[in-house]
């Protein structure tokens, strides 16, 4: 690796040297997270993709460092530690730790990691199948032998339950009261000789250990007692009891166990009592879900109350599900039913009993018992000290919910923004004072300010006693100061009559009390409003385009706000927070929850505030969103923060904002260097997608609209209903995955549905579609249902527009002659039977005219930085990926080297352009013989949009070197030692002769000419037999009919080409057309003179009849102009069911007309009026679309003024 590739390489954040600590027991635990990645990994990823992660994730520095560690804490038994040099030294450090960590195998320290999240990431393509498949086995056998202890145990448990049975059973004889006094002397007489009798054995549990009961004569019940109850019995409680009384004692006793009296039931009072009243009502609780998720407390109790015509208390519920709200409500009932009436609550909400947490009860009940003695106080007080409060930083505002009518200010040095907390935490101090005092109370925090210039302000209070931390031997001192200084400075005057009692709890006072008596009130701070200044930030952030009221940034561009508050913002004194929250469960260290700060106590973690300017009552604040955080849209609120706690302003979607990728910053992880492929790769709301075939290109414009109205938040919903998690929604890489199968319907319900059946009666055709912001729309619009129908330029064209929108450069990208290699192994099979014909049952291949993919440009910190760039990415759904139907991104220069082993589906792409069409004969015992192999079909030509213009660029040379090169031969070495298949059936036999076909362009419905030509490259005449094949197949190579079958003969000289011609008539293929009008041509020979068979294959694009689009008057913004779409049918038949859509951006929105039918012949003209909304160039775009006719595209370009 090159130094300058070390240089750029992604490195996660730096650490000093590895963290060494020692448990009570003398275990050594390293905190590290190399050493933690490489012990982990060990015995389950190759060695070379652990060096190759580590070396691409660490820093030298801190691979050189944590090599040190390892080798002093492991003592190498080889040459030890050694200082490797030049290139190769983070590789050959990272080896020489694996070398020794197999060598000490467990008896090494226990390595832990800190930052989980940065690990490096493992693939299922890095893992050693085989040793996870051992452990799953080695698991299998632990949980065999785990249910068998289970059964044993049951079994055990079972025996007990009888046995236990069984004493019960012998329990209620014994101790039945109708037993006579003879019966009972005699079972103790029998119990006794069982007992004191001759050596006894007891039987095993089971049915001979159960007693025989039998009737008497006289009605009585005779017990045959068994050894085994005997000695139970006697040795039981009942020895203690009977063991000393005499025989006679026992006899007269009637009942062993006399019953017990029954407790009288409770009686309901009835008297009238003139001065006394019963409580007749109860307090109910009910559970209530399903509400509005914008209802409040305060709304729904006034609904209850007017219902009920009595108090009600609501409490709203925190829950993970965000679609509806769910409540508490408690009120007085004579009878619980009254909750419970149906016709009370709105249709489809859910009642039920309220049932309170367990746990929630048991702490309540402690934190009550907690403040039994504090409750005393605030009875008996005006003021409350209190020390070894152990609350936080976080935690003071707290103090303001102690007492209703008591506010609270504390002071803590516990800090839970601290990444470790040593040591025993300080317990805190607080005061409280009633809330009668809150207008002349101010709360002063003492930072070493000075007084008079001289002494600080904390130095004075201690010297009046004011603060003795920790003296015992003051507590009755500082408890009467305290009061005077209550007095003196708080009160500001008021006189001491006022104050019923100073409270002191603890050895601490809080210091806050000040004798400066020229010190003011200063009225809190309030927030007013929140201008977010929406269209200066847009224009500095490129978002100006988008059509929508909020604003919108990109990462790591700060923007500013200006905050109007209800008097000027003091920097020394307030503080004020900033609060970014996306998602319905915020957490700061997930980047959900954002905070910043200007004031005092001014904390930044990820995003970054500063002061800019301020005039008056207004701020403004700069912000700046962290390079690498959630793209989404985040709710802005302003919290001001005071010693009695946080005021925050309401939620407002009007201050929401919304935040992009930057291609235009350098540390973005999609920054794109060049201006003129930012403007065509992300601001072009048009493009171009290229069909037909590669000798015969085809066009059509595509709207990607991604700044149109609402298209934004459409793209957010995809990724919303996709449960794409939020830590996900700041890696590009990530996005574009997730993305990639969010497009297709097939496993996730998302945007398209794929269909290739040429069916489309419950939806719209693919060919009909002009551009994406019509799907998204619908798909936001009706409830997150796939959209019905989608090929694989629409899946593209989609795609295209989700990245765009979100600001990920991306294009599409043509690629004729892509090979689907429906069975793994780089090779597209075409079985031909034994007369030349394709045989449809054994043929499974494809070889499609054309596929449609989107690339991405971006750096990949998972790989090395030579595979950065441009990455594709393919949400067509022809091969599930890791579970899901997607591909990508994958390299685009890591296909060109054949370096398959990286993520992700670089085999796949490598297939599309690389498959070679090997043509078979099967004979009529349905063996196959390779007759002919053709290397370069697939891949022929891929291109995309060229940026700036109407014409395409050829980007072949991207993903592959010239066919037979020298390059291109390393490319297949290195694809086969990634685990593609040789090419073992190469070479062929070749015969010197060749075939080619070849047609000029054709109009569908028109007669034309195939040519054939065949080239004898060879000394020697050949006599040549051939027969061409005709089928209809679509776009994606699959056949649907035969129309034609011909055979030639020809005899060709040496070295000479002999042309033959064969005539295609409109008669022979019109009736068999499917969409997108496809025709497929296969010659098979056989040469007479050598035996050798050859074959070609050729695809021909009809092209559909012309789509004429007029403008009339000249194109201004905001004037109407007239525009009008020409069509006339050419065929024989009638066109039935015809759609024609009409669709701009920055012209008109789409616009869809339907007619019943153009009959044979018939003229069509669609006159409207556009009004163009901006300036520029602009594309107007027409498609017309029915099921006989399909593709017929046109597109005008307008220069608006």
Avoid at 228 to 236: E, N, P, Q, T
Avoid at 919 to 942: P, W
Avoid at 1044 to 1065: C, F
Wanted: aromatic letters at 8%; charged letters at 25%; one cysteine or more.
């Amino acid at each position: 690796m090159a130094a300058d590739d070390r240089a750029t390489r992604h490195v996660i954040k730096q650490r000093i040297k590895p963290e060494i600590y020692t448990t009570i027991d003398g275990k050594i635990i390293v905190e590290d997270e190399l050493l933690s990645f490489l012990s982990v990994k060990l015995k389950t990823v190759p060695q070379d993709d652990i060096i190759l992660m580590t070396v691409n994730h660490f820093g030298s520095e801190w691979i050189e460092n944590s090599k040190k560690v390892l080798f002093e804490l492991c003592p190498s038994t080889g040459q030890g530690c050694v200082a490797h040099k030049g290139e190769l030294k983070d590789v050959n450090n990272v080896k020489s730790c694996l070398k020794l960590l197999n060598e000490v195998g467990e008896n090494v320290p226990r390595f832990v990691s800190y930052h989980l999240d940065d690990l490096p990431s493992v693939t299922f393509n890095s893992l050693y199948v085989s040793c996870l498949v051992s452990k799953i086995e080695r698991l299998n056998v632990e949980l065999v032998s785990m249910k068998n202890t289970v059964c044993k145990q049951s079994t055990e448990c079972e025996n007990l339950r009888g046995i236990t049975t069984d004493i019960s059973k012998r329990l209620g004889v014994i101790e039945q009261p109708s037993a006579s006094k003879g019966n009972a002397a005699t079972i103790m007489a029998s119990e006794e000789a069982q007992l004191h009798g001759p050596s006894h054995k007891y039987p095993a549990p089971g049915p001979s250990a159960l007693p025989v009961i039998e009737e008497t004569a006289g009605g009585g019940i005779e017990v045959l007692m068994s050894p085994a109850w005997s000695r139970v019995l006697k040795h039981g409680k009942r020895k203690q009891r009977f063991g000393k009384r005499s025989t006679a004692a026992v006899q007269n006793k009637t009942c062993m166990n006399p019953p017990r009296e029954k407790k009288a039931n409770g009686i309901v009072g009835t008297g009238a009592v003139e001065n006394i009243h019963a409580v007749t009502t109860k307090l109910v609780s009910v559970f209530v879900t399903k509400l509005d998720p914008d209802l409040d407390p305060e709304t729904l109790a006034s609904y209850l109350k007017e219902q009920l015509s009595r108090d009600v208390t609501c409490q709203k519920i925190g829950t993970e599900y965000t679609r509806y709200s769910s409540f508490k409500v408690t009120a007085e009932c004579k009878e619980v039913a009254e909750m419970y009436a149906p016709q009370l609550w709105p249709e489809g909400t859910y009642v039920r009993r309220f049932y309170e947490n367990r746990k929630h009860r048991a702490a309540d009940a402690g934190a009550r018992a907690q403040r039994t003695v504090i409750d005393k106080l605030f009875e008996n007080a005006d003021v409350v000290c209190l020390q070894e409060t152990f609350l936080a930083i976080q935690d003071l505002d707290k103090l303001n919910t102690v007492n209703n009518d008591f506010h609270g200010a504390g002071e803590s040095t516990t800090d839970l923004n601290t990444r470790i907390l040593r040591g025993r935490i300080p317990g805190g101090v607080a005061i409280f004072w009633h809330k009668k005092f809150d207008p002349l109370v101010t709360v002063i925090r003492i930072v070493n300010c000075l007084v008079d210039g001289s002494e600080s302000l904390r130095s004075k209070v201690v010297k009046q006693h004011i603060v003795r931390p920790g003296w015992n031997d003051y507590v009755h001192d500082v408890h009467m100061e305290a009061r005077d200084a209550f007095r003196r400075w708080v009160l500001a005057g008021e006189p001491i009559e006022v104050v019923k009692k100073v409270k002191y709890l603890g050895h601490v006072i809080r210091d806050d009390l000040c004798d400066d008596d020229d010190v003011q009130p200063t009225p809190p701070l309030s927030v007013l409003s929140v201008n977010m200044l929406v269209a200066d930030n847009k224009k500095l952030h490129n978002t100006n385009m988008y059509k929508n009221p909020n604003l919108i940034v990109r990462r790591n561009k700060e923007f500013t706000i200006v905050i109007s508050f209800g008097r000027p913002f003091n920097g020394q004194l307030d503080s004020v927070q900033l609060e970014f929250v996306i998602g319905s469960a915020p957490n700061e260290n997930k980047g959900t929850f954002i905070t910043v700060s200007i004031g005092k106590n001014k904390r930044d973690i990820f995003w970054k505030a500063r002061v800019v300017t301020t005039q008056g009552n207004d701020v403004m604040v700069g912000i700046t969103p962290d390079p690498n955080c959630i793209v989404g849209r985040f709710s802005t609120f302003v919290t001001v923060v005071t010693d009695f706690g946080k005021q925050r302003t309401t939620r407002n979607s009007d201050t929401d904002v919304y935040v992009l990728f930057n291609p235009w910053d350098p540390v973005d992880q999609v920054y794109m260097p060049n201006d003129i492929e930012r403007q065509e790769y992300l601001l072009n709301e048009v493009g171009t997608i290229y069909n037909g075939d590669y000798d015969n290109m085809a066009s059509r414009s595509w709207n990607y609209g991604q700044f149109q109205q609402g298209v934004l938040d459409a793209c957010l919903l995809v990724m919303d209903t996709g449960k794409v998690p939020l830590i996900y929604r700041g890696n590009a890489t990530e996005v574009v995955r997730q993305g990639s199968a969010l497009m297709n319907s097939q496993d996730d319900n998302g945007v398209l549905v794929g269909n290739w059946s040429s069916d489309y009666s419950i939806g719209t055709a693919p060919t009909a579609w002009t551009g994406s912001p019509e799907i998204l729309l619908k798909y936001a619009n009706e409830g997150c249902v796939p959209v019905c129908f989608a090929q694989c330029w629409v899946y593209a064209g989609v795609m295209n527009t989700f990245l765009r929108c979100l600001g990920i450069p991306a294009r599409v990208i043509t690629n004729y002659c892509s090979a689907h290699d429906n069975t793994g192994n780089l090779k597209t099979d075409i079985v031909l039977d034994e007369s030349g014909n394709v045989n449809r049952g054994r043929t499974r291949d494809s070889v499609w005219n054309y596929h449609c993919w989107n690339e991405v440009f971006m750096k990949r910190p998972d790989l090395p930085a030579i595979f950065s760039g441009w990455q594709v990415v393919d949400s067509t759904p022809q091969e599930t990926s890791d579970g899901l139907y997607r591909c990508g991104p994958t390299s685009v220069k890591a296909v060109k080297e054949g370096e398959l082993s990286y993520p992700f589906d670089a085999r796949f792409v490598f297939a599309e352009i690389n498959s070679d069409v090997v043509y078979s004969q099967s004979d009529k015992y349905g063996n196959l013989k390779i007759i002919n192999v053709d290397t370069k079909y697939t891949g022929k030509l891929i291109v995309t949009k060229k940026p700036n213009s109407n014409v395409y660029e050829d980007i072949t040379s991207n993903y592959k070197y010239p066919e037979g090169s020298e390059m291109d031969r390393q490319t297949m070495q290195n694809a086969e030692s990634r685990g593609v298949p040789t090419r073992n059936y190469l070479p062929v036999t070749e015969g010197g002769v060749d075939i080619e076909l070849l047609a000029d362009t054709v109009k569908m419905g028109d007669d034309f000419m195939l040519t054939m030509n065949i080239k004898n490259q060879s000394s020697k005449t050949c006599t040549i037999h051939t027969t061409l094949t005709g089928c209809v197949v679509f776009y994606t190579g699959v056949t649907s009919n035969f129309f034609k079958s011909e055979k030639k003969d020809a005899t060709v000289g040496p070295r000479k080409t002999q042309t033959l011609k064969i005539n295609v008539y409109a008669f022979e293929y019109m009736p068999y057309l499917v969409e997108q009008s496809n025709l497929q041509f296969v010659v098979y020979g056989r040469i007479d003179e050598t035996g050798v068979s050859l074959s070609a294959m050729k695809v021909i694009t009809l092209r559909p009849p012309e789509l004429i689009i007029r403008v009339s008057g000249t194109p201004q913004v905001g004037k109407d102009i007239m525009v009008s779409v020409e069509f006339r049918n050419p065929y024989k038949f009638n066109l039935k069911n015809v759609q024609l859509r009409l669709d701009g951006p920055g012209l008109i929105p789409t616009k869809l007309k339907t007619y019943r039918e153009i009959i044979s012949g018939g003229f069509l003209q669609y006159v409207d009026t556009i009004t163009p909304m901006s300036r520029g160039r602009k594309t107007l775009i027409a498609c017309l679309d029915c099921t006989a006719l399909r593709q017929v595209t046109s597109q005008l370009e307008i220069n608006v003024m």
